[in-house]
């Protein structure tokens, strides 16, 4: 494991291992204690969008493990292969840390960093992926249930980057996967293709999302806008009419369902008020595990040998 770009390019052992060790320090980090494995170590974090959850959780990681991580603003950056090619400044980073943590629009900027890069590259987010909100995702939902497989996981919403992560998670960890989009927003042939090569039978489309929600353990949902579609918002507002996660579609779900979001989440438009602070809510429970999957990503992909 040298870079951590997508969930498709590791085993479902390689990722269990992953799960396993972040439920094994997050127990250490609540109990007080420490992991220092990357003291000395430097991290970049090169942002072309901005960002809350991935910034905090990923600078607050790396200082937990002991090591140092470099902000890199939009502004500082800029679009990174505009100002300044990305394979150059692969090179460059790679002689000045021990990592890079990228979340950019494209995702060939991050295959083209890790093309040039010597040091790891994750994927903190780009148009294509999520991969770490997908496992702080999946890790969550182990809390909650105590399994993974056998569980179905119902999204409705856009098929965008969040739920294409979420459908390869689902493939490797042996969950069902019901999308219900609109016409025109549905999950693309390309990554249904390929979950359907690692585990015939996960994924479920309709454009019904009561049907989606019908025998779900799991009701998931992300923002309508994502960052640089705002030039669609209207038209995005009206083609989701429908979609919303409130409380008459929960109603035709199982009442032991929980709700996820992966946050910012825009009340009013893809879930009400209500739902997102309801007892079933565990919304708050998977933005923490950012946190604690991050660690050991960082661990795993950071630390010297005898340290992992």
């Keep these: 494991m040298k870079n951590f770009l997508s969930l498709q390019d590791f085993s479902t052992e390689q990722l269990q291992e992953l799960l396993d060790l972040s439920i094994q320090l997050k127990k250490l980090y609540k109990s007080g204690g420490r ?19 991935t910034r905090v959780s990923f600078q607050v990681a790396m200082s937990d493990l002991g090591g140092t991580a470099l902000y890199l603003k939009p502004e500082d950056i800029g679009i990174i292969g505009k100002r300044e090619p990305a394979k150059d400044m692969a090179r460059v980073f790679s002689r000045y840390v021990d990592g890079i943590m990228a979340r950019t629009f494209s ?5 083209e960093l890790a093309k040039w890069a010597t040091v790891p590259v994750i994927n903190a987010l780009s148009d294509w992926s999520h991969p770490c909100q997908a496992m702080a995702d999946m890790m969550t939902i182990l809390e909650h249930f105590g399994r993974l497989k056998g569980l179905t996981l119902a999204y409705v919403g856009d098929g965008n980057n969040v739920a294409r992560s979420l459908a390869e998670a689902c493939a490797k960890f042996g969950l069902r996967f019901q999308i219900a989009s609109p016409k025109g927003y549905m999950l693309d042939e390309k990554t249904i293709s390929e979950v359907e090569q690692t585990r015939p039978g996960t994924v479920f489309l ?11 353990d799991v009701i998931y949902t992300d ?7 705002e030039a669609e918002r209207e038209k995005r507002i009206a083609d989701f009419q429908g979609f919303q996660v ?3 579609l929960l109603a035709k779900a199982p009442p032991h369902a929980r709700i996820m979001h992966c946050l910012p989440a825009y ?13 079933n809510s565990i919304i708050f429970d998977q933005a923490e595990n950012r946190l604690h999957f991050q660690r050991a990503l960082l661990k795993k992909l950071l630390s010297n040998p005898a340290d992992k």
């Design 267 to 279: 009340r009013g438009f893809e879930i009400t008020d209500d739902v997102a602070e309801s007892k």
């Design 223 to 229: 923002t309508w806008i994502s960052m640089g579609q």
């Design 107 to 111: 995702h060939e900027t991050l295959l």
């Design 246 to 248: 409130n409380a008459d």
């Design 35 to 53: 992991d220092l494995c990357l003291a000395g170590k430097a991290l970049a974090m090169l942002f072309e969008k901005v960002s809350l959850r």
């Design 206 to 216: 309709t454009n019904d999302p009561l049907q989606a929600v019908r025998n779900a």
